[in-house]
């Protein structure tokens, strides 16, 4: 079996390559945990099921989204992240850094 690590961590804040936006990434699957039908609909690059998977709140909007990592890359503005769940599940220091409060899962 291989066993693959994730390359970004939770609390990074990235960017979507494809879809052009910021967030921060709340929790991580080692492969993709949805449903054929919703890979078919929003996968539209068919990114691997079998390498990470990320849950990321967006900024600048109210939604969490799941992005694979193939479709992601390091976000070096230095920017804060603005979604309104952020506060319930990540704290930032005053480096501007986010940490978890609690376990998701």
Known sequence: MDIRRAEYN??????????N???VIVDVDAEFEGDDEW??????NNPPK????Y??????DTVMAYVSEQNICSDVSDLEVDNP??????AADDKGQYHTLRTLN
Do not use: C, T
């Open 50 to 53: 079998d390498a990470p998977w």
């Open 55 to 60: 849950h990321v709140l967006v900024d600048e």
């Open 21 to 23: 936006f910021r967030g």
């Open 39 to 44: 890979y078919d609909e929003h996968a539209k």
């Open 10 to 19: 939770i609390g990074q804040v990235i960017y979507h390559k494809h879809y």
């Open 85 to 90: 769940m952020l506060l319930n599940m990540l």
